[in-house]
């Protein structure tokens, strides 16, 4: 049974630095899609990161590259968004989602998969950005 266990949200001030970490377990493929989603109150919810974790191929938003970071400690199958210089607009709740098995898919000109790519879900975390 796959499961996506999210964990590091809370509040920070304008420009400061969070990290989320999604523990990801019930698979053993050594290749697979791994995103960071998010959706602010009255806003549909849109795509911040993906890795593939075979290549380390990492994929971001143009609205958060340059500021986050997604990375993975296989060992531990545990991904991680690393989130700096934060901004009130970052406010949302997080989600982690998982492909297992399944290449990063990019469609069109996106610059990530969208979230019909993948199947398993996390509950989510609530990251708060004060300004």
């Known amino acids: 049974q796959v499961q996506v266990v999210e964990s590091g949200g809370g509040s920070v001030q304008s420009g400061g630095s969070l990290r989320l970490s999604c523990a990801a377990s019930?698979?053993?493929?050594?290749?697979?899609?791994i995103g960071w989603f998010r959706q602010a109150p009255g806003k549909e919810r849109e795509g911040v990161a993906a890795?593939?974790?075979?290549?380390?191929?990492?994929f971001y938003a143009n609205a958060v590259r340059g500021r986050f970071t997604i990375s993975q400690d296989g060992a531990k199958n545990t991904f991680y968004l690393q989130m700096n210089n934060t901004k009130p607009e970052d406010t949302a709740m997080y989600y982690c989602?998982?492909?297992?098995?399944?290449?990063?898919?990019?469609?069109?000109?996106?610059?990530?998969?969208?979230?019909?790519?993948?199947?398993?879900w996390g509950q989510g975390t609530q990251v708060t950005v004060s300004s």
């Open positions: 019930g698979y053993t493929y050594s290749g697979n899609c």
């Open positions: 989602a998982a492909s297992p098995g399944r290449g990063c898919q990019l469609l069109g000109r996106n610059p990530l998969p969208s979230a019909e790519e993948f199947q398993y």
């Open positions: 890795i593939y974790t075979r290549r380390g191929t990492t």
